[in-house]
């Protein structure tokens, strides 16, 4: 297609919003609301899936050893746990670490009762690994291999808090998927009513174009320029309050709750809206080109 042919259809495209202002208005409104509450609803979910994966790496697996254990099969267990896919960290703890750890917990204001244990240390037999997990959905198959290598004692993990876990994950991800079908529905319903009051407006000036050989896509395409614009007008708008919103929010929370913000990390604005502004342009594109497309087909004849 020639530059001078599509100059003149983005030019038909941005005429027929001018001449459906009142319509063009609604669907802009009706999509800037749609896209506002899907990032909305996105950084929300967003930042919940951060606090569930940061907890869950807070959540480990620990693994004692039997007696006769020796330092050289410790090891090689430490080095298969290391190989495993779902293993994100490990950390060792030898007897003597964990009886120095114990005695600042339970002797910090009586020092000298310790050192009745001096030469006997009552953890000898407690070194252990702590095992982090990329996916606690893992744990069970994890924690049964474990189990089985020659040398384990015991193995401490919480398959209630796991399964808890995952599970929110899963509701969490399928509530968003619902909701934002939905509004996507929502809004492709109006960009095609928005677009097909214009094709009924200029019918025939259509009739007109065809009997003096316009193609298809030259009739087509003005109608599809006018549903994206429409799209993309209606996705920078809900962009740029959600940006100065979140800014604020997050300024608010860490200023009034320092104290429970001490645990939590929020993301950053740069990072979530790497992904949310992208994100709400396609959307916008997309439902204006979805909503013209299936107008085009269902009521212009070409």
């Given at each position: 297609?020639k ?5 003149y259809n983005?030019?038909q495209g941005?005429?027929?919003?001018k001449?459906?202002k009142l ?9 800037t609301?749609?896209?506002f509450?899907?990032?909305?609803f996105?950084?929300?979910?967003a930042?919940?899936?951060?606090m ?6 807070s959540v480990?697996v620990?693994?004692f050893?039997?007696d006769?254990?020796t330092e050289?099969r410790?090891?090689e267990?430490g080095?298969w ?7 994100s960290r ?15 917990i ?11 244990f ?5 953890l000898?037999k407690?070194s252990n690994?702590?095992?982090?997990l990329?996916?606690l959905?893992m744990?069970?198959?994890?924690v049964t ?7 384990v004692?015991?193995?401490?993990y919480s398959e209630s808090t796991a399964k808890?876990?995952?599970?929110f994950?899963?509701?969490?991800g399928y509530i968003?998927?619902?909701?934002i079908?939905?509004l996507l ?5 109006l960009?095609?009513n928005?677009?097909?009051?214009g ?13 003096i050989g316009?193609?298809?896509v ?8 006018e549903?994206i614009?429409i799209?993309?007008?209606?996705a920078?708008i ?5 940006i100065?919103?979140y ?6 929370i860490?200023s009034q709750?320092a104290t429970?913000?001490?645990?939590i990390?929020f993301i ?10 992208p ?5 916008g ?9 299936i107008?085009?087909r269902k009521?212009?004849?070409?």
């Amino acid at each position: 297609m020639k530059i001078n042919t599509m100059i003149y259809n983005c030019g038909q495209g941005i005429k027929n919003i001018k001449r459906n202002k009142l319509f063009s208005l609604a669907s802009i409104g009706t999509i800037t609301a749609c896209i506002f509450l899907i990032g909305l609803f996105y950084i929300i979910i967003a930042n919940f899936q951060h606090m569930i994966q940061e907890a869950e790496e807070s959540v480990c697996v620990t693994v004692f050893f039997k007696d006769d254990c020796t330092e050289a099969r410790i090891r090689e267990i430490g080095k298969w746990i290391e190989k495993r896919a779902e293993v994100s960290r490990i950390e060792y703890t030898s007897g003597e670490e964990a009886w120095e750890e114990y005695k600042k917990i339970y002797f910090a204001e009586e020092p000298e009762m310790a050192e009745g244990f001096k030469d006997d240390n009552p953890l000898a037999k407690s070194s252990n690994y702590e095992v982090y997990l990329n996916d606690l959905s893992m744990q069970s198959a994890f924690v049964t291999s474990l189990k089985a290598q020659d040398g384990v004692r015991k193995v401490n993990y919480s398959e209630s808090t796991a399964k808890t876990m995952t599970d929110f994950g899963k509701i969490v991800g399928y509530i968003s998927i619902a909701i934002i079908v939905i509004l996507l529905a929502v809004g492709i319903f109006l960009i095609s009513n928005t677009v097909m009051i214009g094709i009924t407006v200029r019918k025939d000036e259509i009739k007109i174009m065809k009997l003096i050989g316009a193609t298809d896509v030259f009739v087509k395409l003005p109608f599809i320029i006018e549903g994206i614009l429409i799209g993309l007008m209606g996705a920078v708008i809900p962009v740029i309050a959600l940006i100065l919103l979140y800014q604020k929010v997050l300024s608010y929370i860490m200023s009034q709750f320092a104290t429970f913000t001490g645990n939590i990390e929020f993301i950053g604005v740069n990072e979530i809206f790497s992904v949310v502004i992208p994100m709400a342009l396609i959307i916008g594109g997309g439902i204006g080109f979805i909503g013209s497309m299936i107008t085009i087909r269902k009521h212009l004849k070409v």
